[in-house]
């Protein structure tokens, strides 16, 4: 569950350009879960027009069972 996103747009992103979205989990902590990520062009990938960074924390499975009952017993 997302607790929180921050995103930075550092430069336009031009409509119609194919991009390149990056996302890596930067660290665990128990059932925290630090994200970070960008997005640029696949022309210019070393360019990030977006970052991101971002705090998941994953659910206790019963609340996730109860939440998102499809999971079933997984």
């Known amino acids: ?3 929180s996103l921050r995103m930075r747009h550092r430069s336009p992103v031009p409509p119609g ?3 390149r979205v990056l996302a890596r989990v930067a660290g665990t902590e128990a059932r925290r879960i630090s994200t970070t990520g960008s997005i ?4 210019d990938p070393s360019t990030a ?3 991101a960074d971002g705090i ?3 659910p206790d499975p019963e609340v996730a069972r109860a939440l998102f009952p499809i999971l079933g017993n997984t």
């Open 1 to 3: 569950m997302t607790i």
């Open 17 to 19: 350009t194919p991009l």
């Open 40 to 43: 640029a062009t696949e022309e």
């Open 49 to 51: 027009l977006v970052t």
């Open 56 to 58: 998941l924390v994953a």
